[in-house]
């Protein structure tokens, strides 16, 4: 389980240093409404806080489409604060990142992806050797959209009946912030990317 792979003791630092930031980085994943909520909250107070960059991810497995929306901020811990409250109330998955990771770890990899490719990820990983370190993790407990799309070829009152229930699928999303040492970044990119799960490098968005 990710669970059992995070940083007990990363987490307890991360959880002491957020309290005593004056500004962290904060990640959030889940339904467009939820991730909308957010974005307008933090472009009201945008003194407060900054939207560093903004998703919309689609993917594809089998005959069904999950379609799940990510955001990155950085600002006032009180008004990360606020804004992870948004999130959980909605079902979203959110990540408190302190200046801690920033500073004692190499390489901060985001992935975000649902839960069992997430979880097919990690065991790649661990097949190919690949050495990482788990720093943080949350899940969605709302819903996330899927389709189905063979229903595009079937009857109208057909797709009218189905539709529905797949769209309300209880997928659960995992939102998990890893480090690498430099030689294995590019391999844990190419396993997401095969797994179709959403990876960016944290470092490239640190505020200068």
């Known amino acids: 389980m990710i669970e059992n792979k995070i940083k007990i003791l990363r987490k307890a630092a991360e959880v002491s240093t957020v309290q005593d930031s004056d500004y962290i980085w904060c990640v959030i994943a889940g339904n467009e409404d939820m991730v909308n909520n957010v974005a307008y909250s933090a472009i009201m107070d945008k003194d407060r806080v900054k939207v560093l960059c903004r998703e919309h991810v689609t993917t594809r497995e089998s005959f069904v489409t999950k379609k799940f929306d990510f955001i990155m901020l950085h600002g006032e ?93 209880d997928v659960a999303l995992s939102t998990v912030l890893i480090s690498a040492e430099d030689e294995n970044v590019q391999k844990i990119k190419d396993i997401a990317k095969s797994n179709k799960i959403f990876l960016i490098e944290f470092n490239k968005f640190l505020k200068k």
């Open 77 to 169: 811990t009180s008004k990360i604060r606020e804004l992870s409250m948004i999130c959980k109330e909605n079902g979203g998955a959110y990540l408190k990142i302190a200046p801690y990771y920033v500073k004692d770890e190499g390489n901060l990899l985001l992935t975000v992806g649902p839960e069992n490719a997430i979880k097919k990820f990690v065991g790649d990983c661990e097949k190919s050797m690949v050495k990482l370190s788990f720093l943080l993790e949350d899940q969605t407990t709302g819903f996330i959209e899927t389709d189905v799309y063979i229903t595009n070829i079937l009857p109208r009152f057909i797709r009218n009946t189905i539709d529905p229930l797949f769209k309300m699928a």
